[in-house]
DNA sequence: CAGGATCCATGACGATACTG
DNA sequence: CAGTATCGTCATGGATCCTG
């Protein structure tokens, strides 16, 4: 069946989740609330700069939420929102579709 | 229900159909084949090397068919392949998610 | 520990002009 | 009509160093 599709709304949405770092992330909370340091160390590679602005974005556009915590260390947990969450029947077609796609598709073959 | 996450494949899934043109120009393929010159007005604003380059992206990832009509000028058709029409359901879901989250989500308040 | 500042590389996207 | 060529801009991501 063939919806009526909102184009700024799609593309909202991808620019949400698309880049490097923001489905590693948000995967990463799936699995439940984490620490700064724990999401620098899950998602390997990232620099404390980029991982910051990454968060602020998933922050601002109501994916994630961050909780500082009253420790004798500055502390601060992330965790995604019911937003979040409600990204995962989306992730799922994509995968479900990236299956599908196989072998025979590949970035790049240029 | 939480399935199994490839993060290559979802990060290429979206890479597939992120950027500014490639769903309004899938979203345009969803009504039928059609003309080099029918996209270019149908998604308005686009230049033609742009055009040309986000389709041969589509094509290479096979989402979008090419095809050389044999006219008295030269024409050229575009379809959606398998690929590309299998990419309904996925929309369907961000367009779902998008509906949710409604107005308190929108990029850039900053 | 969490976050910021600065500088830099790259690729996406754009404007204009031109051609088989 | 369906492309190409050339040039330019800007956002994303990266490296390194610094701080409340």
Redesign the interface.
């Known amino acids: 069946m063939?919806?009526k599709?909102?184009?700024e709304?799609?593309?909202?949405?991808?620019?949400?989740?698309?880049?490097?770092w923001k489905?590693?992330i948000i995967?990463e909370l799936?699995k439940g609330k984490k620490r700064f340091n724990e999401l620098e160390r899950a998602t390997s590679g990232i620099t404390p700069k980029v991982l910051i602005r990454e968060l602020k974005d998933l922050e601002?556009?109501?994916i994630v939420n961050r909780e500082v915590l009253k420790t004798a260390l500055p502390a601060v947990e992330y965790s995604l929102t019911p937003?979040g969450t409600?990204?995962?029947?989306?992730?799922?077609?994509?995968?479900?579709?990236?299956?599908?796609?196989g072998q025979?598709?590949?970035?790049k073959?240029?």
């Open positions: 063939v919806e599709y909102n184009l709304s799609l593309q909202l949405t991808m620019r949400v989740i698309a880049g490097k489905i590693q995967l799936m601002k556009t109501g937003a409600n990204l995962q029947p989306v992730l799922n077609k994509m995968q479900k579709w990236a299956k599908i796609q025979f598709f590949h970035l073959g240029s």
